[in-house]
């Protein structure tokens, strides 16, 4: 099976603090895994590092196989990984179908159109001339897996995508990333929402000071089990 | 005479768009406040000056300037406005500060210190009755030529690809970025399409005002004031401001001489008390 990420030995910095301490993390085609770990273990730093906001001084970066050499900020979504972001980042002044025409700067050919991701998201289409912060929180996490999806990656990085949101809408949420998932797209998931780990990956990593320290299949397991490696 | 001096002060607020909206755009991808914007007016007007003179076509002018000038615009973003994106704005305003000064003096060396000017292309010499009056074919021209850029440069930030991302790198670059766009590419695309549209400003202003190395500081007062009223960043704020302030720098040379250099000043300072942000106070 061909891998859609891989990262070896990864160590990352913001400025002169070392944050990453030898990351090593394998995603195969169609493949969805977990990353979870307490608030400032790193979680997100791995991201940052995909994409070049973090530094990587040592350790290598490889997506589909192909190592990721001087990285730009858009090297990762170039490549096939593109990311849900902490905080969604909407463009405020884009209305909601220039954010999800924003998603397809990359042209890679694929499933995902707006006519695709307006038939997951109805919401978006009805308001598609507004601009997209005027939707709410579970609505613009729409607009953010929307604008991700159109540009057709191999792997999708979802970044704590329930933070914030109604339990109802993390249901939702929880069904779209499987109905992305059977679609053949790889996710890896980081979250703090155990239900929805179990629901959406089959492999969990579970992060601490900067390192995987455990790592697991997440079928058969509960939330409380999960909640076990976590404490470690 | 009322409506002459109205289209007096649109000939004047077209130059200043052009100008301003050249602002704008490196403002909104860079954040610099790009004090040179005056001096590349400036050396738009002069080698127009030169190319027209040997080729006597005002318009293979304009072409050859246009293209000199965004390319010197790409090499500055490239080898300066880069790397000031971050840097604390008082480096930013010395650094663009003193690049003013040298491209003074590299004109000053090359053409010397003497007043020149350029003639009309032929087409566009002579007037025409307005309201009773003669108003000359070239100033009009300076409007249409203000409204085509203006009406450009909104089709293309609206209606295109390229468009959409330099409205979405203006508020959000990295965002922007994540999504596979090279804003550095957009960046310096659209500070090499300033520069190019200070250049065409300098060549439609030289036969209207005379060529002289001061001619781009003038201008780059105004324009800034153009860019504060309608708020930094803000493309149709300055297209407002620019109409506003060439209708009160024209209205005020006739109805108040003794303060018009100051009106636009005195307009700027009742906007930042009222709205600090500007009359649109938004991104590109």
Request: proline share 3%; net charge neutral; glycine share 10%.
């Amino acid at each position: 099976m061909s891998t859609v990420l891989e990262l070896k030995e990864l160590n990352a910095h913001y400025g002169d603090a070392h944050i990453l301490h030898g990351i090593n993390l394998t995603i195969d085609k169609g493949e969805s895994v977990g990353l979870i770990g307490r608030n400032g273990v790193g979680k997100t730093t791995v991201v940052n590092a995909i994409l070049g906001v973090a530094t990587v001084r040592r350790g290598e970066i490889f997506i589909s196989g192909k190592k990721l050499e001087r990285i730009k900020h858009y090297s990762a979504a170039r490549q096939g990984v593109s990311v849900v972001p902490q905080g969604r980042m909407i463009i405020p002044n884009l209305t909601i179908e220039e954010n999800l025409i924003l998603g397809s700067a990359v042209q890679r050919g694929g499933k995902w159109n707006l006519d695709e991701v307006y038939a997951l998201f109805p919401i978006l289409k009805e308001r598609s001339a507004t601009p997209g912060t005027a939707l709410s929180g579970g609505q613009q996490q729409m607009l953010a897996i929307g604008r991700a999806l159109m540009a057709n990656p191999d792997l999708l990085i979802l970044d704590e995508p329930s933070e914030g949101l109604a339990p109802v809408i993390v249901d939702q949420l929880a069904e779209i990333f499987v109905e992305v998932k059977n679609s053949g797209t790889s996710v890896l998931l980081i979250e703090q929402n155990l239900s929805l780990i179990v629901r959406v990956v089959g492999k969990f990593n579970v992060m601490a000071k900067g390192l995987i320290v455990d790592r697991g299949v997440v079928s058969g397991s509960d939330v409380r089990e999960l909640h076990k490696h976590i404490m470690i | 005479m009322i409506t002459l001096q109205l289209l007096n002060g649109l000939v004047y607020g077209s130059l200043l768009i052009i100008m301003a909206s050249g602002l704008v755009l490196i403002y909104g991808l860079r954040r610099v406040v790009n004090f040179a914007h005056g001096s590349l007016y400036m050396l738009g007007a002069y080698i127009g000056y030169s190319v027209s003179a040997y080729t006597n076509s005002q318009w293979l002018a304009l072409l050859v300037v246009c293209f000199l000038m965004a390319i010197i615009g790409y090499l500055l973003d490239k080898f300066c406005f880069k790397i000031l994106q971050d840097r604390d704005p008082i480096a930013t305003v010395l650094v663009t500060y003193g690049l003013l000064l040298v491209f003074e003096d590299i004109v000053q060396t090359i053409w010397g210190k003497a007043n020149y000017s350029l003639d009309a292309p032929e087409i566009l010499r002579g007037s025409i009755e307005l309201s009773g009056m003669p108003f000359p074919i070239y100033r009009l021209s300076i409007i249409i030529v203000g409204v085509l850029v203006t009406a450009c440069l909104f089709l293309w930030l609206n209606k295109t690809r390229i468009g959409l991302f330099v409205r979405a790198a203006s508020t959000d670059p990295l965002t922007t970025a994540t999504q596979g766009v090279n804003t550095d590419w957009v960046s310096g695309s659209v500070v090499a399409i300033g520069a190019a549209l200070a250049g065409i400003a300098g060549v439609v202003a030289a036969p209207f005002l005379s060529l002289a190395p001061t001619m781009g500081s003038d201008i780059l007062v105004d324009s800034f004031v153009v860019v504060v009223i309608g708020g930094l960043g803000s493309f149709g704020g300055a297209f407002a401001a620019a109409m506003i302030v060439g209708q009160l720098q024209t209205f005020g040379a006739v109805y108040a001489q003794d303060v018009a250099s100051l009106l636009p000043f005195l307009l700027m300072l009742v906007v930042l008390i009222w709205k600090p942000s500007g009359i649109a106070g938004s991104r590109v």
